[in-house]
């Protein structure tokens, strides 16, 4: 089982470029999740789904996008990065009856 | 807005103290979770807990659930090196299903 699968683990962009980063899990579950990482504020909460073709918005959703076509990707869209966009950026999931989310290693992103 | 503030920031101690970490909310929570992260890497689920006035362990750590589903506390007993790393708790707000937040993290740094 991979698990949690996050694609790239670095990148570097520049301001006002767009890119995705890619989410997939191999463990048939249901909800998905996309949070950022900084310093002293713990994990924020961006974006999640509770299934395919639904999904709401987080703690800090603006200058991001989602989609949930499929079980199993959860792509999050950034159309125009901000320096303040630096960030480490982790994706989750867990099943309908577990509590706990598997998480991704992380995509570590630099806006410049 | 539900919030989740965990307390210390920062811990640092010597092998064989014990040390309490707490996290505590105005909001109820249907579930609560402890992580822990080691540097590079996401996050790992330590317990859930779900009931009010809960109490959960795991060797050295005990975990506990407020009676009004509110708080949680990770007590370890005797620390050791090898407990180094960033604690985290998590709480799912009643009825908002799928969505889970993050406090913002505990440093917990043992010396030999």
């Known amino acids: 089982n991979a698990g949690v699968t996050q694609t790239p683990k670095f990148q570097v962009l520049k301001t006002g470029q767009s890119m995705t980063l890619q989410c997939a899990q191999d463990m048939n579950h249901e909800y998905m999740s996309w949070y950022r990482q900084d310093p002293g504020m713990g994990l924020r909460l961006i974006h999640y789904?509770?299934?395919?073709?639904?999904?709401d918005q987080g703690e800090v959703p603006n200058g991001y996008n989602v989609s949930r076509s499929t079980t199993e990707d959860f792509p999050l869209r950034l159309l125009s990065a901000a320096p303040s966009q630096t960030s480490v950026y982790f994706c989750?999931?867990?099943?309908?009856?577990?509590?706990?989310?598997?998480f991704g290693s992380g995509t570590r992103l630099t806006v410049v | 807005t539900q919030l989740l503030e965990q307390s210390p920031q920062f811990l640092s101690i010597q092998e064989g103290e014990n040390l309490t970490v707490y996290c505590n909310s105005s909001?109820?929570?249907?579930?609560l979770q402890w992580y822990r992260q080691e540097p590079g890497e996401g996050p790992v689920l330590l317990v859930t807990v779900v009931t009010g006035g809960e109490v959960k362990k795991l060797k050295r750590l005990t975990f506990q659930f407020g009676d009004a589903r509110k708080d949680s506390s990770l007590h370890i007993t005797a620390a050791q090196p090898g407990d180094t790393g960033l604690y985290l708790c998590a709480g799912a707000p009643d009825n908002q299903g799928g969505k889970l937040i993050f406090g913002q993290g505990t440093e917990l740094s043992v010396k030999p």
């Open positions: 789904s509770v299934g395919a073709g639904i999904t």
């Open positions: 989750a999931s867990r099943g309908t009856y577990n509590y706990g989310y598997t």
């Open positions: 909001s109820v929570f249907s579930s």
